[in-house]
């Protein structure tokens, strides 16, 4: 078999087996323990900005590690196969970062994102709220100009790393007349005054990962605008999430490729009636069934985060690609992961083994970033173009 990363540079295939050790050695061993006691994930974050995780989205005139696309997709992937809670947290740390790299001031870009690509500085992503997920535009947080800064107020829910990140960047309404084009992008620095959060919510899986409900009534100096311009904000929300999708096929790609790892040795291990499991055509489907989900959803993968690389060079967007990778790799990934869980019988069910983790961690894949009918709604509407 051809290795399914050979579009990978030396350098960055180097990069992954670094991170892969790392993962196997210090990340995943804490997985389990992590789900069960719902402690956010800081000394795994800690661990990967040591290794250049923190900012491997970056590149390097700020620190990042400058690589590309399909090697970032890998390394996400890697990461969540350890612990999808820390893979979680660290693609909404990129989120924010991206926020700043795409719509930010070049000012802002050298304020901010060196110390986020090293790990020194943790990112949010502030977007949805009560009532506005799935159509962000309708967002009712309001930034008006107050004093030679800006006045910000409203709420913002399921924000991830929400109250315990060092900066957010939080999207809001500066001109509710353009809809769309009235909403532009803050700054938000941890500690500021009338920045309020909740506990946790409690989650059904991905629980060292915690999110927020966030409290906005703060004052914040004129060059808290991203970019230095109103009416950016949705714009630049849209093309981070182009980069988070591809990114949340990372997450499931590695989920997934852990489940169908655990439940290959399981069967091949199993004997029931003087029969390895593997004997059984029925199972033998199940694992072909698993293997051909898992390598359609990486080739979508890869082939967005190709178009990814190409569109960051020449300009224009990759949001077709991005949607159907991460409709497809999700809804494999779910699929992937309740076959594996099958066919571990009862034990699936139990906590000795990490398929039902991550059964439960997969789950937010086909609702955050856009859930799955959001994402028909914008491959339909581009075919339909
Ligand atoms: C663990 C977790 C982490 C998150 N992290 C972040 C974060 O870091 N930052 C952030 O900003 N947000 C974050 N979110 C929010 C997440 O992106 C939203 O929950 C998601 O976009 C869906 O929005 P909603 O919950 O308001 O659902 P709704 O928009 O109320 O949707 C409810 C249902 O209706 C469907 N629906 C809605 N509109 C349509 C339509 N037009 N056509 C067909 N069906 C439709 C949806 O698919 C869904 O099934 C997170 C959420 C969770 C649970």
Do not use: Y
């Given at each position: 078999m051809t290795d399914p990363w050979h579009m990978l540079s030396e350098e960055e295939r180097l990069f992954c087996d670094v991170l892969e050790r790392l993962c196997a050695e210090r990340i995943a061993p804490r997985a389990a323990e992590t789900d069960e006691t719902a402690r956010f994930v800081h000394d795994q974050l800690a661990t990967l900005g040591g290794a250049g995780m923190m900012g491997a989205n970056l590149p390097e005139e700020y620190g990042g590690g400058g690589i590309s696309a399909p090697a970032l997709l890998r390394a996400v992937a890697i990461v969540a196969g350890a612990c999808g809670s820390t893979a979680s947290a660290l693609t909404a740390h990129y989120l924010a970062t991206d926020s700043i790299l795409i719509g930010g001031t070049e000012a802002q870009k050298q304020a901010l994102?060196?110390?986020?690509?090293?790990?020194?500085?943790l990112g949010a992503f502030a977007l949805t709220e009560p009532t506005a997920g799935s159509d962000p535009a309708d967002m009712k947080t309001r930034a008006r100009r107050e004093g030679g800064g800006w006045r910000l107020e409203g709420a913002k829910c399921f924000i991830s790393n929400g109250a315990v990140a060092d900066f957010l960047v939080v999207y809001a309404v500066t001109d509710p007349a353009r809809a769309h084009r009235g909403i532009s992008a803050f700054i938000v620095p941890k500690g500021t005054p009338g920045l309020s959060a909740?506990?946790?919510e409690r989650t059904m899986g991905l629980k060292g990962g915690h999110v927020f409900t966030l409290g906005l009534d703060c004052h914040?100096?004129?060059?808290?605008?991203?970019?230095?311009v109103e009416g950016q904000?949705?714009?630049?929300?849209?093309?981070?999430l182009?980069?988070?999708?591809?990114?949340v096929a990372a997450q499931c790609l590695g989920l997934a490729e852990a489940a169908m790892a655990t439940a290959i040795a399981y069967a091949k291990d199993r004997v029931i009636g003087g029969q390895p499991l593997t004997d059984r055509q029925a199972i033998r489907f199940m694992i072909a069934d698993m293997?051909?989900?898992?390598?359609?959803?990486?080739?979508?993968a890869q082939d967005a985060a190709r178009q990814r690389d190409a569109a960051h060079k020449g300009g224009g967007r990759f949001s077709l690609a991005a949607s159907m990778a991460k409709l497809h790799a999700s809804e494999a990934a779910g699929r992937i992961a309740d076959?594996?869980?099958q066919l571990l019988g009862g034990y699936g069910y139990t906590r000795d083994f990490p398929v039902e983790r991550i059964v439960r961690d997969l789950r937010i894949m086909r609702i955050y970033e856009g859930s799955s009918e959001i994402q028909r709604s914008i491959i339909s509407a581009q075919l339909l173009a």
């Open positions: 994102l060196p110390g986020a690509a090293e790990g020194r500085a909740g506990a946790p914040l100096p004129e060059d808290a605008l991203l970019g230095g904000g949705f714009k630049t929300a849209m093309q981070v182009d980069n988070g999708r591809i990114e293997g051909l989900a898992f390598q359609s959803a990486r080739l979508l076959t594996a869980l």
